[in-house]
């Protein structure tokens, strides 16, 4: 009798194109996955979303770590051979370009991440603005107008909210993070813990952590607090 198997979850990647970080990591991530029998799956998810909710502020919003933050990425960039520019503006608004990739999935999708990430950080013109959207999509092979009016509708608006939504429920909070089997794995430097979890060499899972030290900082509480203003 013959026997089917199933393939892996995918990598559940959550990504706003307003983070450096996020672009770096999607150049790496197809490699990784692919070597561990794993599929790709981009979640647009709004950073300033999950920051409003922790009640936190984006990196590029603190001038110290703004300044940290464009070395560190130049850096990680000529250390991986990843070709780097800045867009025309950062911040900037990532709306229109995170309501486009939820207007197509499967392997679209993925096309178009690639186009607005290169747009956005790869040597492009930016992602701001429906000319800008509409020119990635037809890098991508897809329509670019369609995809614009497409994003610009309220069903894509509402999916982007729910893409949100959902991960702040699955306890995400900043971008990139790669969700899987439902362990979550956030930032350019979680890679060396994403491998070795794919390995079944997570101390989680081998045994060689077991659960009482999950549970014990879950159980620790702050003897301390700050006001944030």
């Known amino acids: 009798m013959a026997t089917h198997t199933h393939p892996p979850p995918p990598i559940r990647f959550h ?23 794993r599929a ?17 502020r984006g990196p590029a919003e603190i001038p110290a770590k703004r300044a940290y933050i464009f070395k560190d990425v130049v850096r990680s960039a000529h250390r991986l051979g990843v070709p780097l520019a800045p867009p025309p503006h950062h911040p900037f608004n990532p709306l229109l370009a995170l309501r486009a990739a939820t207007v197509v999935e499967g392997e679209p999708r993925i096309r178009l991440v690639d186009a607005l990430f290169h747009a956005a950080w790869g040597g492009g013109d930016g992602v701001e603005g429906p000319e800008r959207i509409a020119r990635a999509a037809r890098q991508a092979g897809l329509d670019g107008d369609a995809i614009v009016a497409a994003a610009s509708a309220e069903p894509a608006k509402a999916a982007l909210r729910a893409a949100t939504e959902a991960a702040i429920a699955a306890g995400v909070f900043g971008v990139p993070t790669m969700a899987v089997d439902g362990e979550l794995f956030w930032g350019l430097d979680s890679f060396g813990h994403l491998e070795r979890y794919l390995e079944g060499d997570d101390p989680f899972v081998t045994g060689a952590v077991g659960p009482a030290v999950v549970e014990r900082w879950a159980a620790t509480v702050p003897s301390a607090t700050r006001r944030l203003g």
């Open 40 to 56: 790709v799956e981009p979640v647009p998810t709004l950073l300033a979303g999950l920051l409003a909710h922790g009640h936190t």
């Open 15 to 37: 990504f706003d194109p307003l983070s450096p970080y996020a672009y770096l990591a999607w150049t790496q991530l197809p490699a990784l996955a692919a070597r561990h029998g």
